[in-house]
Each structure stands twice: as C-alpha cells, then as structure tokens.
Antibody
C-alpha cells in the first residue's frame, strides 16, 4: 500500500522559513516523479512544484518561484520543500503526491494527508 | 500560464447523470492528453478519478467517464449516488513549462 506522510508544518511568521518533508513507502520511490500541491483552507487545489525521479528537472508555480525549493533523497525515500520568505498567502495544507511516471508529465496519482502551514504574525 | 475554468457548482438527483466541464484558456497551450480529474470529500485528500482524459484508475466506478472536445474536458457521472457528493477538480499539464494547473473546483450536490 502506498503511503505518503508529510511533516514539518506549523505556525511561522511572515518572512521566515520552513522545511516540509514527505516520507514515502509502499512503492519504488526512485521510479516516480513527485509533487507538492497546496490547498488554502476552504479553497481549491494549487500545484506548487514537481521534481523528476533523478532530480534533474524541477518546476515551480509562478507564485512560489524563487522562494521555494523542491528536493528529494531517494536513499531515504523522502521528498522535501524548503519554503523561504513565507507570506500569509502561503497559508495552506501542503500535500505530497506521487506521479504516475518518472517524469513531471506523470499524473499526480497518490496523495498524502497533508500538513498545515500557517503564516501569521 | 494556462487557466482551467470549472462551474462553481452542479447538482443532480440520485440516479441521474451530470457533467462537469473544464475549459482551458491562456497563452500556454496544455498538452491535449494530460487531463485528470480528482474527487475530494471534506477533510480528505484528493482522489484520482480519471487521467489522460478518458482513463479510469483501477477501483474507480465505471459510472465515471471522461471526454474532451477542443479546449474543454468533461467528467460525466452517471447513476448519481449520495456518496458522489464532493468537490471535483480538473487538472492539466503543460510540457513547455513542465507545470500542472488545477481548475477552481466544482461542488457536486446530490439532492
């Protein structure tokens, strides 16, 4: 059974940083691209970032480009999202998702339960 | 970047069929075959219901079907059941930017 468990969320002040983690199990982690998708409370889904199986290609939504960095450690079956210069509008549940394929064209398939990030003073 | 537009809400009675549309607009042309649909119940993670426009993941009821015409994709749910009441999101991939985009979501009410 595929499991994706996010952690690292919490309350943080505007302008500060936070690092999210996602530990994967139940599948061959290094055979799949991975994503971060967020959802502000009561709002819709927003794709944030994606990374290929070998980290060669990363992509970001315009809303986070230059502030967020996605990375992965295949030896640890882990995905990360380093979030810098946080803004109140970054407040959301952050979901880790597994792609169907090696590449970022792969449909987001399985999802974790999410971790809540709240940016507020 | 592309934007995906969905109706805010649709409704139907048990046993009826409904269709949710997803229209793509914007300067980036999304890749035609990379359209997915997700179902999300309150407080739960999204669940994939359709991918590559018309493909159904294993375990998803065949009451769900997908289609596409021009720049509009559609999700049809036939034989509506009360458990189908949820939010539904479409998504599309753009290979030029290697990004995904989600529609704003449609709240399905089963009356």
């Amino acid at each position: 059974e595929v499991q994706l468990v996010e952690s690292g969320g919490g309350l943080v002040q505007p302008g500060r940083s936070l690092r999210l983690s996602c530990v994967a199990s139940g599948f061959t982690f290094d055979a799949h691209a991975m994503y971060w998708v967020r959802q502000a409370p009561g709002k819709g889904l927003e794709w944030v970032s994606g990374i290929t199986w070998n980290s060669n290609i990363v992509a970001y939504a315009d809303s986070v480009k230059g502030r967020f960095t996605i990375s992965r450690d295949n030896a640890k079956n882990s995905l990360y999202l380093q979030m810098n210069s946080l803004r109140p509008e970054d407040t959301a549940f952050y979901y880790c998702a597994k792609a169907l394929t090696y590449y970022t064209s792969g449909t987001p398939w399985d999802w974790g339960q999410g971790t809540l990030v709240t940016v507020s003073s | 970047q592309s934007a995906l537009t969905q109706p805010a809400s649709v409704s139907g009675s048990p046993g009826q069929s409904i269709t949710i549309s997803c229209t793509r607009s914007g300067s980036d042309v999304g890749d035609d075959n990379y359209v997915s649909w997700y179902q999300q119940h309150p407080g739960k993670a999204p669940k994939l219901m359709m991918y590559d426009v018309t493909k159904r993941p294993s375990g998803v009821s065949n009451r769900f079907s997908g289609s596409k015409s021009g720049n509009t994709a559609s999700l049809t749910i036939s034989g509506l059941q009360t458990e189908d009441e949820a939010d539904y999101y479409c998504s599309s991939y753009t290979s030029r930017s290697r990004t995904w985009v989600f529609g704003g979501g449609t709240k399905l009410t089963v009356l």
